[in-house]
Each structure stands twice: as C-alpha cells, then as structure tokens.
C-alpha cells in the first residue's frame, strides 16, 4: 500500500487517516484488533515508530484502546467519533471552500443550493 507523497500531512497522520476509512467502511467492527505497528510498517513501508504514532493519534482520540500484551482493539463508538471529527473538521473546511469559490463566480446561494441538491439526488439514484 501507498501514502500520499503530494501531501502535506505527515506519514503517521495519514496512517491513522487511512485506518479511520477503515473503520467507518466496516473493515474493522467495535472490539476487533487491529494491525499491530510492524504490521502497519511493513505495509506502508515506513519505519515502525512511525506507524506507533500513527496508531499513538488513534489511541488518544479514543478511536482504539489497548489491551496489554494483546495489541489495540476498535473502541466503542469509533465509527460515530470519527464521523463527528471529520464532520467538524474537514467537511466544515470544504465548505467554507465551496463558499468562497461560489461568492468569487457570482454564484447566488439559491443556485448553490440547487447545485447541491441535484448533485445529491443523482448520486442517491446512481449510474444511469
């Protein structure tokens, strides 16, 4: 597997990123252990340290918790605490994007809105 070497995140923050997807797709369910540090870096080609820290943000975000001697497992509720984050972080800074671009080209906040619906509605109908 591949980071992204055109970012400006660092390597263990797109590792806890990428494990988060996980998480919120289902690939890992509430109480499943997770890859373990030298599994991360093995996979990422990176140094283990580098995956601990990676798994270090998750651990601290309460999206893991650590059983002694075992590894780390999903904690209750990562899935919702993830979402929330997200939501908060980054879906809040691509609209303040979309708005700033929308005000630049003239667009009205009806038509935004109308954008966005008929977006949302061929994307709930799908492929035509």
């Known amino acids: 597997m591949l980071l992204s070497g055109d970012t400006n995140k660092p390597i263990y923050v797109q590792i806890a990123d990428w ?3 996980e998480i919120v797709t289902g690939s890992f369910q509430v109480d499943d252990k997770i890859y373990s540090q030298y599994q991360l870096a093995e996979m990422f080609t990176v140094n283990p340290a580098t995956a601990a820290k990676g798994l270090t943000l998750l651990l601290e975000d309460d ?3 650590k ?3 075992l590894g780390m497992f999903v904690a209750d509720h990562a899935a919702i605490r993830i979402q929330t984050k997200r939501r908060e972080g980054s879906l809040m ?3 303040e994007q979309l708005l700033t671009e929308a005000n630049q080209l003239g ?3 009806k038509e935004l809105m109308e954008l966005i619906e008929t ?3 061929e994307r709930e109908e799908g492929p035509k």
Do not use: D
């Open 93 to 95: 800074r691509l609209i």
């Open 107 to 109: 667009v009205s906040k």
């Open 19 to 21: 494990l988060e997807g």
């Open 63 to 65: 999206i893991l918790y």
């Open 119 to 121: 977006m949302m509605q």
């Open 67 to 69: 059983k002694r001697g």
